[in-house]
C-alpha cells in the first residue's frame, strides 16, 4: 500500500471523528428526572428473622357428583379461572326434563281446577239453576191442580181410576223434579264446598313438589364451582359414567393465599394476630409482598418443636393467571425478639429486581434539585406502609417514592414533592 493511501485512509478516519464529536457536542443534555420524596424514618420495632414458608391456597375443593349419570360436556379445562356457581360439568338430563314436562303440565291442569273452585260458580250457571227450578216449579204447580181437578171428578164419577192415577204420578214427579232443582240452585248460590276448595289445594301442592324434585334432580345433574378460583385437575371425560360422590374436577381459590411457615415455638411468643409481616418469594425477586398474620394454629410439633403460623397475602392477579401459585417457596420475615430502634423507609422507595433491594438517596442541592445515590439494603421487618431498611442509610435522609423505576446512579433529579416523615412515621 503507497504511503498516499494510507495519508488518504487516515484523513478520512480523522473526519469521521470529528464529525461525531460535533453531533454529541450539539445533542441537548438530559434534562433532570421530576421526584417525589420521603423522610427516613426510625420506629420501635422488634426484630424479625426470616422463615422458610410454603404458598397455600385460601380454599381448596374436590367437586364431586351429586348423583349417578353419564357425563356430556366438560365446561372447564385445567388451569381456567371460574366464579361462583359457574358450572363445571354436565350430566345427561334428557330423561328427568321429559319427566318435568309432563309433571309441569299436569301441576298446571291442578291449578287450574284449584281456580275454578276458588273462583266459585259463575253468574250465568246460577241463572241457568234458578230458571230451571222455576220451570220445575211451575209444572209442580201445573200437575198438583190437575190432579186435585181429576180427584174432584171422581167423587162425581166423572174420571177413571186410572187417569187419577197418572195424574198422581206425574204431581209426585213434578214436585221432586222441582225439589232436585230448588237444591241444586241453591248449591250455585253457596258455592264449592272448602273441603273441595282444601282438597283441591293439596293436589296442586302435591304436583307443585313433584315439580320441584324433578327441577333439583336437573341441577344436581350440573356440577358448579361453589367460590372464585382455578381449576386445577379434571377429573372425568366426556362421556364418562360417574357415581354419586366420584370427584368430577378440583378447584382452589387463589386471590388470597396463605403462606405457612413453621417457627421454633421459642420465637412463636413474639407473632401476633394481624400483624403485617413482609413476604419474600424468591422465584419473583422484583416483587415485594406484605400480608397480615391470620392464624397461629395452638399445636407445636412435638418433634420439631415448631408452630404453624399463616399469613394472608392478597396475589395479584393476571392476564396469564395468579402470581402466587400453591406450593411456591416463600420466606416470612416475623419478629423475634425484643423492641428496638430500625430505620423504616416507605414501602414505595424500594427499587427490586437486582442483585439486592435498591433505594435512591437525593443529595439536595439549591433550587431542590440535586443527585441521586443508589444504596443497597437488606430488608427487615415491615408495617403497613413501612419497611426496615439495612445498609448504609441514615434517619433524615430523603429517599425517592415517587419517580425512582427508571432513575440511574449519579443522574440529575428535581425534587417536584415532599412528603412528611411524619405521616409516615405514624404507620
Not at 225 to 243: L, P, Q
Given at each position: 500500500?503507497?504511503?498516499?493511501?494510507?495519508?488518504?485512509?487516515?484523513?478520512?478516519?480523522?473526519?469521521?471523528?470529528?464529525?461525531?464529536?460535533?453531533?454529541?457536542?450539539?445533542?441537548?443534555?438530559?434534562?433532570?428526572?421530576?421526584?417525589?420524596v420521603?423522610?427516613v424514618?426510625?420506629?420501635?420495632?422488634?426484630?424479625?428473622?426470616?422463615?422458610?414458608?410454603?404458598?397455600?391456597?385460601?380454599?381448596?375443593?374436590?367437586?364431586?357428583?351429586a348423583?349417578?349419570?353419564?357425563?356430556?360436556?366438560?365446561?372447564?379445562?385445567?388451569?381456567?379461572?371460574?366464579?361462583?356457581?359457574?358450572?363445571?360439568?354436565?350430566l345427561?338430563?334428557?330423561?328427568?326434563?321429559?319427566?318435568?314436562?309432563a309433571?309441569?303440565?299436569?301441576?298446571?291442569?291442578?291449578?287450574?281446577?284449584?281456580?275454578?273452585?276458588e273462583?266459585?260458580?259463575?253468574?250465568?250457571?246460577?241463572?241457568?239453576?234458578?230458571?230451571?227450578?222455576?220451570?220445575?216449579?211451575?209444572?209442580?204447580?201445573?200437575?198438583?191442580?190437575?190432579?186435585?181437578?181429576?180427584?174432584?171428578?171422581?167423587?162425581?164419577r166423572?174420571?177413571?181410576?186410572?187417569?187419577?192415577?197418572?195424574?198422581?204420578?206425574?204431581?209426585?214427579?213434578?214436585?221432586?223434579?222441582?225439589?232436585?232443582?230448588?237444591?241444586?240452585?241453591?248449591?250455585?248460590?253457596?258455592?264449592?264446598?272448602?273441603?273441595?276448595?282444601?282438597?283441591?289445594?293439596?293436589?296442586?301442592?302435591?304436583q307443585?313438589?313433584?315439580?320441584?324434585?324433578?327441577?333439583?334432580?336437573?341441577?344436581?345433574?350440573?356440577?358448579?364451582?361453589?367460590?372464585?378460583?382455578?381449576?386445577?385437575?379434571?377429573?372425568?371425560?366426556?362421556?364418562?359414567?360417574?357415581s354419586?360422590?366420584d370427584?368430577v374436577?378440583?378447584?382452589?381459590?387463589?386471590?388470597?393465599?396463605?403462606?405457612q411457615?413453621?417457627?421454633t415455638?421459642?420465637?412463636?411468643?413474639f407473632?401476633?394476630?394481624?400483624?403485617?409481616?413482609?413476604?419474600?418469594?424468591?422465584?419473583?425477586?422484583?416483587?415485594?409482598?406484605?400480608?397480615f398474620?391470620?392464624?397461629?394454629?395452638?399445636?407445636?410439633?412435638?418433634?420439631?418443636?415448631?408452630?404453624?403460623?399463616?399469613?394472608?397475602?392478597?396475589?395479584?392477579?393476571?392476564?396469564?393467571?395468579?402470581?402466587?401459585?400453591?406450593?411456591?417457596?416463600?420466606?416470612?420475615?416475623?419478629?423475634?425478639?425484643?423492641?428496638?430502634?430500625?430505620?423504616?423507609?416507605?414501602?414505595?422507595?424500594?427499587?427490586?429486581?437486582?442483585?439486592?433491594?435498591?433505594?435512591?438517596?437525593?443529595?439536595?442541592?439549591?433550587?431542590?434539585?440535586?443527585?441521586?445515590?443508589?444504596?443497597p439494603?437488606?430488608?427487615?421487618?415491615?408495617?403497613?406502609?413501612?419497611?426496615?431498611?439495612?445498609?448504609?442509610?441514615?434517619?433524615?435522609?430523603?429517599?425517592?417514592v415517587?419517580?425512582?423505576?427508571?432513575?440511574?446512579?449519579?443522574?440529575?433529579?428535581?425534587?417536584?414533592?415532599?412528603?412528611?416523615?411524619?405521616?409516615?412515621?405514624?404507620?
Amino acid at each position: 500500500m503507497s504511503s498516499s493511501h494510507v495519508i488518504k485512509i487516515a484523513l478520512a478516519a480523522l473526519l469521521l471523528l470529528t464529525c461525531d464529536h460535533i453531533a454529541h457536542a450539539q445533542k441537548p443534555p438530559r434534562p433532570p428526572a421530576r421526584v417525589v420524596v420521603e423522610k427516613v424514618v426510625a420506629k420501635e420495632m422488634a426484630s424479625g428473622q426470616s422463615f422458610v414458608a410454603t404458598v397455600l391456597p385460601i380454599k381448596r375443593a374436590i367437586v364431586g357428583s351429586a348423583v349417578d349419570g353419564r357425563v356430556v360436556k366438560i365446561l372447564a379445562r385445567d388451569g381456567q379461572r371460574v366464579t361462583k356457581m359457574q358450572p363445571l360439568v354436565q350430566l345427561l338430563t334428557e330423561t328427568i326434563e321429559l319427566q318435568l314436562v309432563a309433571a309441569e303440565a299436569e301441576l298446571e291442569l291442578r291449578r287450574q281446577e284449584l281456580l275454578e273452585l276458588e273462583n266459585g260458580t259463575r253468574k250465568q250457571d246460577i241463572e241457568q239453576a234458578q230458571a230451571k227450578m222455576l220451570g220445575a216449579k211451575a209444572n209442580m204447580a201445573y200437575t198438583t191442580t190437575r190432579r186435585n181437578r181429576l180427584q174432584n171428578l171422581r167423587d162425581a164419577r166423572a174420571a177413571t181410576q186410572e187417569l187419577i192415577e197418572e195424574a198422581e204420578a206425574a204431581a209426585t214427579h213434578a214436585e221432586q223434579d222441582y225439589y232436585e232443582f230448588k237444591s241444586a240452585y241453591e248449591l250455585a248460590v253457596e258455592g264449592p264446598r272448602p273441603e273441595k276448595i282444601a282438597q283441591a289445594r293439596a293436589k296442586a301442592a302435591i304436583q307443585q313438589a313433584l315439580v320441584d324434585e324433578l327441577k333439583l334432580r336437573i341441577k344436581k345433574h350440573t356440577m358448579i364451582s361453589r367460590f372464585d378460583g382455578y381449576v386445577i385437575g379434571k377429573k372425568t371425560e366426556e362421556g364418562a359414567w360417574v357415581s354419586s360422590g366420584d370427584p368430577v374436577m378440583e378447584l382452589v381459590a387463589l386471590d388470597y393465599v396463605e403462606v405457612q411457615a413453621f417457627v421454633t415455638e421459642n420465637h412463636a411468643a413474639f407473632v401476633k394476630p394481624d400483624m403485617t409481616v413482609r413476604v419474600e418469594i424468591p422465584a419473583l425477586p422484583d416483587r415485594l409482598f406484605t400480608g397480615f398474620v391470620s392464624a397461629i394454629i395452638p399445636q407445636a410439633d412435638a418433634r420439631a418443636r415448631t408452630v404453624p403460623i399463616r399469613v394472608r397475602v392478597k396475589n395479584e392477579i393476571t392476564e396469564a393467571g395468579p402470581i402466587l401459585k400453591w406450593g411456591m417457596y416463600a420466606r416470612v420475615e416475623l419478629p423475634t425478639g425484643s423492641m428496638q430502634q430500625a430505620v423504616m423507609v416507605p414501602k414505595d422507595a424500594l427499587v427490586l429486581g437486582g442483585p439486592k433491594p435498591l433505594v435512591y438517596i437525593v443529595e439536595v442541592g439549591k433550587d431542590q434539585s440535586g443527585t441521586v445515590k443508589a444504596v443497597p439494603v437488606e430488608l427487615g421487618v415491615a408495617t403497613k406502609n413501612l419497611i426496615q431498611v439495612k445498609g448504609p442509610i441514615q434517619v433524615g435522609e430523603s429517599v425517592v417514592v415517587e419517580g425512582n423505576e427508571r432513575l440511574r446512579p449519579g443522574q440529575n433529579v428535581v425534587i417536584v414533592k415532599k412528603i412528611p416523615s411524619t405521616a409516615a412515621a405514624k404507620n
